[in-house]
């Protein structure tokens, strides 16, 4: 259902925890303000599994364990990697309301599938769609996307899904030290390092 609803809506949600991310934080490019973040992954009887980006303060409260029914309102629908949701300055977030009516069925579920100990996946949610449009995403070859012209029309852009493998890593130069303040490239010099 939520590969249904148009990005940028704001949805209410019921889910199991299944996974805890770790804080992390983003530097935002415009403001060069520091943002703290932390993912964590919903599952429901559905078999599909969301990404929650939990943002600010809403991160460093994010002490959810794996497990916990969390019933969040107001949560805001993007399209990273399939379908994902992200907290805003309005989500509410409530843990374990057991008041709900698909509190129990819920956890009934969660509950016998941990017992049965059998291994599961679960789907993303929205997995296959073509970023942004809630089509599925025509699979092409790298070379079919060249010979076709693909993406090279800034006003219509192109979607599709590209599988590969890593089969090459260059050992040499992999990486290099940056300056921390504008990202070039650091060079050492009498035990100190200053950029270009």
Known sequence: KLE???VNSNVD????VREVGQPGSITTR???EQLNRRNISLVDQSQKQVEVTFWRDMA???TYQVGDILALKGLRV???QGRSLSTGGSTFIEVNPEYLKEYRPLR???DQLMQSGEPTSFERVGAGLASGTGRPAERKTIQEAKDQSLGQDPKNPDYFLVQGALTFIK???ICYSACSSCNK??????????CE
């Open 171 to 173: 050992r040499e130069n």
């Open 60 to 62: 460093d409260r994010a």
């Open 4 to 6: 249904e609803v148009p």
């Open 108 to 110: 009934e579920w969660y």
């Open 78 to 80: 993007g399209d990273f």
């Open 185 to 194: 490239k650091a060079f050492e010099s009498n035990g100190s390092y200053s």
């Open 30 to 32: 415009a403001k060069h």
């Open 13 to 16: 949600v019921l889910g199991v």
